[in-house]
């Protein structure tokens, strides 16, 4: 199968009433697992990367990948979304390249850290509407800005210093015609999210659920999303690791969210621990390995566990074969007939 467009994932999502889970990658082994996770549970899915995945990995590398795992895993609708695309620039070359999703993160100035206007993020969000959509491209807007910093990329912060105002966030669809919504609800990028399970004080599932009232019919993207199991921070610790305690987004959280509008779920930490974990494991355990096939064999394997799991959680499993793809070409022309972007 072709790599499809987001917007038709989440479509079909949204009629389904179930998630779909957007895991992000930087190599092989994540593209694997998560393409195996995604034929075990027969999972639609949605492959993203980030600007710094792109520049660790050569970005064309990851493209080439991208490819392979369309060929190799035919029955899988599958997604190449770029994450956080800092400006017009950034989703400008990944369009180029082939994705056939960006995010225009215009929350945040270019420097990715600096929180930008409500007009400033319209402009660029609209500028990459106007881009993306005559080529049938997917796009994803953000307004309010999450908490963290994962890679340079984040305001910082606790996630709940630039709340999504549902009012800013009617106007920002009107204006831009994006496919999808990010807000800001109190999570934040990375493993230290919340210092106890979280309450409705710093996780705003009822500013989500005001939200999705609003505007019923956009999908609404949950990002900062991973649960941060204190399983995987166990084996990391056990193995010599110095993770501090900490708490993430509860899976039944993510699963309020999906009854209410939220359609793209993203998940970065979680598998970065389980394969941290893994790794540390073999190296306790057999320091004598050196083949990096020993440890990148069970990496691989324990993130596709995590996979598997948040598909099953998040509902998308058992989809795979619903839907036959939509080309880019008619996508275009399904923009081309509306009279704004969306
Ligand atoms: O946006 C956050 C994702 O976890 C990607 O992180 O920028 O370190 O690749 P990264
Ligand atoms: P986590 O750090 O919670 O996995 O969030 C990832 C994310 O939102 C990527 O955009
Ligand atoms: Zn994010």
Redesign the pocket.
């Known amino acids: 199968m072709p790599l499809v467009s987001m917007r038709q994932l989440l479509d079909e999502a949204a009629k389904g009433g179930y998630g779909v889970g957007a895991f992000?990658v930087?190599n092989m082994e994540q593209i694997q697992a998560i393409m195996e996770a995604a034929r075990e549970t027969k999972s639609p899915v949605i492959i993203q990367a980030?600007?710094?995945?792109r520049s660790?990995s050569q970005d064309k590398f990851l493209y080439h990948l991208m490819l392979a795992a369309a060929e190799l895993y035919p029955e899988i609708p599958l997604v190449m979304h770029l994450?956080?695309g800092n400006s017009v620039e950034t989703c400008k070359s990944a369009i180029e390249l082939g994705f056939t999703s960006v995010m225009m993160d215009g929350s945040l100035m270019p420097d990715g850290k600096t929180p930008s206007t409500f007009d400033y993020n319209v402009q660029a969000t609209r500028e990459v509407v106007e881009m993306a959509h005559v080529k049938g491209i997917t796009v994803e807007g953000e307004i309010g800005v999450l908490g963290g910093i994962?890679?340079?990329?984040?305001a910082g912060g606790s996630g709940l210093e630039h709340v999504t105002d549902p009012d800013q966030a009617v106007e920002f669809v009107a204006k831009t015609g994006v496919d999808a919504l990010a807000i800001a609800i109190g999570t934040s990028?990375?493993a230290y999210k919340f210092s106890r399970k979280p309450d409705g004080a710093v996780l705003k599932m009822d500013r989500l659920i005001e939200i999705h009232k609003r505007l019923p019919k956009v999908h609404l993207v949950m990002?900062g999303s991973s649960s941060v199991p204190k399983e995987l921070q166990d084996v990391i610790n056990q193995y010599g690791g110095k993770l501090k305690p900490t708490w993430g987004v509860p899976v039944e959280e993510i699963q309020l969210g999906i009854r209410n509008g939220v359609r793209k779920i993203?998940v970065?930490?979680d598998n970065r621990l389980a394969i941290t974990g893994a790794i540390r494991k073999v190296f306790a355990e057999s320091p004598e390995k050196f083949d990096p096939r020993d440890y990148l064999k069970p990496a691989r394997e324990a993130m596709k566990q995590v996979v598997a799991t948040r598909m099953k959680q998040f509902g998308q499993a058992g989809h795979a074969a619903d839907y036959q793809p939509v080309s880019l070409t008619a996508m275009a022309k399904m923009y081309a007939q509306k009279a704004v972007g969306a």
């Open positions: 992000n930087n980030s600007r710094g995945a660790y994450d956080h994962e890679d340079g990329h984040g990028h990375g990002h993203n970065d930490t």
